[in-house]
Nanobody, 125 residues
């Protein structure tokens, strides 16, 4: 069983930056692929970014590519999402997720086993 707790959300102006953190407790963090998803009001939850267990490979949604960076520190059992050049449309609740899954399934939220409670990111004009 892995417990995930996100932090770092908040209110930021368009063009600004935020860094989200997701701390894992219990389980073997370094074994899991980790991902960030987000859900905007009235919309389905969508994939944002993912990294394999080693952090050696990363994957991004086209909408955030070049602006967001996912990274992980297995020694600290933490995954990060650095968000730069934020846009109004990035406003959402951001969730981190953990799963034992192959790289071809990383964008599929149904394949993740554990989820955090979410952290709100609000981008204002």
């Amino acid at each position: 069983q892995v417990q995930l707790v996100e932090s770092g959300g908040g209110l930021v102006q368009a063009g600004g930056s935020l860094r989200l953190s997701c701390a894992a407790s219990q389980g073997t963090f370094s074994s899991y692929a980790m991902a960030w998803f987000r859900q905007a009001p009235g919309k389905e939850r969508e994939f944002v970014a993912a990294t394999v267990w080693s952090g050696g490979s990363t994957y991004y949604a086209d909408s955030v590519k070049g602006r967001f960076t996912i990274s992980r520190d297995n020694a600290k059992n933490t995954v990060y999402l650095q968000m730069n050049s934020l846009k109004l449309e990035d406003t959402a609740v951001y969730y981190c997720a953990a799963g034992l899954l192959s790289t071809r399934l990383l964008t599929n939220e149904k394949r993740y086993d554990y989820w955090g409670q979410g952290t709100q990111v609000t981008v204002s004009s």
